[in-house]
């Protein structure tokens, strides 16, 4: 299977802990993106990196989230002191930027639950 | 008007009829857009982009309107398969921190 995978699928934490997600994209992509997505919702943009480099963050992404794609293939997303209010599906994406399109392909996603 | 606006529903709709979206958006500058379906509890997928006028795939037709500013996505010959949430994507301004923005979506529910 060569498309996005992510890791663990579903994730259920006490609040107060730290939790961190992986993604890896489709290899050849240089672009990925971190989103979050509740129920009846569309996916929020959190952040972006082209190839290891952090272009942008949302507002959304307050300072208990830290993002990084050392090496510019897989990423992980840390979420520090979790909040009930984390709760979501966390959603990684990658493209590979040609011109001005950036089509984008999903992962299934990292369901975190936090109690 | 907001940056991303689509018309949640849910549509329900006969098999083999047509159905018709619109997503309407702000940001005057977008040079591209994407329709994406979303099965329950699933990820998004890719269903049709759209960089000028408009786009057909098979019983799929996406179309572009700049000057009202407005994408729809036309199913024709509906199958119960088509049932889903679609969501519409644009990018978003410049300088913004909103680097793609996602419509809610539209749920479009096909009745036997």
């Known amino acids: 299977d060569t498309g996005v995978s992510q890791d663990p699928r579903h994730k259920i934490t006490k609040r107060g802990q730290n939790v961190t997600f992986r993604c890896d994209p489709i290899s050849e992509h240089n672009r990925l993106y971190w989103y979050r997505q509740t129920l009846g919702q569309g996916p929020e943009f959190l952040t972006y990196f082209q190839n290891e480099a952090q272009l942008e963050k949302s507002r959304l992404l307050s300072d208990r989230f830290s993002a990084e794609r050392p090496k510019g293939s897989f990423s992980t997303l840390e979420i520090q002191r979790t909040e009930q209010g984390d709760s979501a599906m966390y959603l990684c994406?990658?493209?590979?930027?040609?011109?001005?399109?950036?089509?984008?392909?999903f992962g299934p996603g990292t369901r975190l639950t936090v109690l | 008007r907001k940056e991303v606006e689509q018309d949640p529903g849910p549509f329900n709709v006969p098999e083999g009829a047509t159905v018709a979206f619109n997503c309407t958006y702000s940001?005057?500058?977008?040079?591209?857009f994407f329709w994406y379906r979303q099965d329950c509890r699933k990820e998004p997928k890719l269903l049709m982009s759209?960089?000028?006028s408009g786009n057909e795939d098979g019983r799929f037709t996406a179309q572009l309107n700049r000057a009202s500013q407005y994408i729809s996505l036309l199913i024709r010959d509906s199958k119960l398969s088509d049932s889903a949430t679609y969501l519409c994507?644009?990018?978003?301004?410049?300088?913004?921190?909103?680097?793609?923005?996602f419509g809610k979506g539209t749920r479009l529910h096909i009745l036997p």
């Open positions: 994406a990658s493209s590979l930027l040609r011109g001005f399109t950036d089509t984008q392909y």
């Open positions: 994507v644009v990018p978003g301004p410049e300088n913004r921190d909103d680097k793609i923005i």
């Open positions: 759209v960089y000028s």
């Open positions: 940001n005057s500058a977008s040079q591209s």
